[in-house]
């Protein structure tokens, strides 16, 4: 019987947070010391203004760290960008890619977001690349194929399942308070890790496949266990370390 993959549930703070909010940091770290996280693997992705200063707080403790966003060079003039290698420095261990806010706010393509996966490999960061539909493509009927085409261009032949986290956040979700129903999600992980195992022969089912579009406290348990779904990407349930560590506790 193959070993499911370790679960993973990562908090995208987004352009959240000042000094302020490093409590939260401290509040999850503390919580983890005293409780623990159970199965899972806890990210947290703060602004890269609080990069270094969530480091130091979380140094020593099993809680990681994570940028939301990187250029694909290592260094040059790009000027108000940051390389995988300057947030692997400022102590990430993880990086978003491919969100559906840059792919769409900032015209990022799937080449784009290949690039920078290929550039979180080059630092030794493990990239998490999002893919999903918009409510208009799912309405027609194109989610499968938006869904593999995001997968095709967006995964470097160079990852490997221990190098790569895919995140499935349907776009008409995120910050919305909806969700697909289980039976959808179930259908888009399992494509997903079939596609996978296509451009990662053999590895599709050690890769970690997260669900993110509005999860909370409140729904988590349900999707959590929906068959494929190996962990979340939580949004604004991850700015308040109560309930960010409420959906981490559902693996205990």
């Not at 000027?79 to 990022?108: C, F, K």
């Not at 194929?145 to 995140?167: H, M």
């Amino acid at each position: 019987m193959t070993q499911r993959p370790r679960p993973l549930v990562a908090g995208n703070w987004k352009m959240n947070g000042l000094r302020d909010s490093l409590g939260e940091v401290s509040s999850i770290c503390a919580a983890v010391a005293r409780d623990g996280a159970g199965t899972a693997e806890i990210v947290i992705c703060p602004p890269a203004t609080l990069l270094m200063a969530a480091a130091a707080i979380s140094e020593g403790s099993p809680v990681a760290l994570g940028g939301q966003d990187c250029h694909n060079e290592p260094s040059g003039p790009y000027t108000g960008d940051i390389s995988a290698e300057m947030l692997r420095d400022a102590g990430a261990a993880y990086v978003i890619v491919g969100h559906s806010e840059r792919r769409s706010g900032y015209n990022e393509g799937n080449a784009s977001v290949h690039e920078k996966a290929a550039a979180a490999f080059r630092a030794g960061l493990t990239a998490i690349v999002c893919v999903g539909e918009t409510k208009a493509e799912r309405e027609a009927g194109d989610a499968l194929t938006v869904v593999g085409s995001q997968l095709a261009g967006s995964i470097p032949k160079i990852s490997s399942a221990e190098s790569i986290v895919i995140a499935y956040e349907p776009v008409w979700a995120i910050g919305s308070g909806l969700t697909p129903a289980p039976q959808d999600i179930a259908d888009m992980h399992g494509f997903i890790r079939g596609r996978a195992n296509q451009h990662l022969p053999g590895q599709g089912a050690q890769l970690r496949i997260l669900y993110g579009g509005s999860v909370k406290p409140t729904n988590a348990a349900q999707l959590l266990g929906i068959k494929d779904v190996d962990g979340a990407l939580v949004g604004g349930a991850s700015l308040s370390s109560a309930e960010f560590m409420a959906i981490a506790r559902i693996y205990r």
